[in-house]
C-alpha cells in the first residue's frame, strides 16, 4: 500500500512537470513580476484611503522597483459605504460593515487602449463601541484590513491576465 502511494505521488508530480505549469509568483526569470508587472505605472487615487491602497498596491505589484519607463498605467476608482448591523431595541447600532469597491482599468501608455479592467469588493466588520475614540480605532482597523484585502485581489487578477495573455502582448509590443 505504502509502494502504490508512492509511486502516485512520483507519477503526479512528473505529470505536474510535463504540463508547463509555472506558478505566476515564482522567482524565476520568466516571472510575471520580473517582467510585465515591473512595468505598470499606479495613478494617484483619490482620498486618503486611495492613498493607502496605492501603497500596498506599489508595495504588491512591484516588490523589487519600477522599471524606469512603464507601458502600462493602473488607474483605480475606490468607494467606500458603511452599513449598520446589530441594532438593539433603542435602535443604536453595535456593529458596522465597512463595503469598500474598487473598479479598475489597465492601460496601455502607447495607445491609450484599455488592456484590462474589473472590479473588487470587500466587506470589513467592525464593533460600535460606546467609546467614540474606541470605534474610530476599530473603524481605521477595517478599513486597513479592507485596503489590503482589495490591493491582493486586484494584484491577482492583473497579474493572471498578465501571465494569460503574454504572447499577445509580446507581439503588441
Not at 51 to 59: D, G, I, S, V
Not at 169 to 173: F, H, I, T, V
Given at each position: 500500500m505504502l509502494l502504490l502511494k508512492k509511486t502516485v505521488t512520483v507519477f503526479s508530480l512528473l505529470l505536474l512537470s510535463g504540463c508547463g505549469f509555472q506558478p505566476i509568483y515564482g522567482s524565476g526569470n520568466n516571472s510575471v513580476f520580473r517582467a510585465e508587472m515591473r512595468e505598470i505605472a499606479i495613478a494617484p487615487i483619490e482620498n486618503r484611503i486611495?492613498?493607502?491602497?496605492?501603497?500596498?498596491?506599489?508595495?504588491?505589484?512591484?516588490p523589487k522597483g519600477r522599471a524606469r519607463v512603464s507601458r502600462y498605467v493602473l488607474t483605480v476608482k475606490l468607494?467606500?459605504?458603511k452599513q449598520g448591523l446589530a441594532v438593539k431595541k433603542s435602535e443604536i447600532a453595535t456593529r458596522a460593515n465597512?463595503?469598500?469597491r474598487a473598479s479598475y482599468t489597465v492601460t496601455r501608455k502607447s495607445d491609450g487602449a484599455n488592456i484590462t479592467s474589473g472590479n473588487s469588493r470587500m466587506i470589513t466588520s467592525y464593533n460600535i463601541l460606546t467609546q467614540t475614540f474606541a470605534t474610530l480605532m476599530a473603524?481605521?482597523?477595517a478599513r486597513k484590513r479592507g485596503v489590503r484585502e482589495i490591493s491582493v485581489d486586484i494584484t491577482s487578477k492583473v497579474a493572471a491576465f498578465f501571465k494569460l495573455n503574454r504572447n499577445k502582448?509580446?507581439?503588441?509590443?
Open positions: 486611495g492613498q493607502q491602497l496605492r501603497n500596498e498596491l506599489e508595495r504588491r505589484i512591484t468607494t467606500e459605504s465597512l463595503i469598500l473603524e481605521k482597523d502582448l509580446a507581439e503588441a509590443k
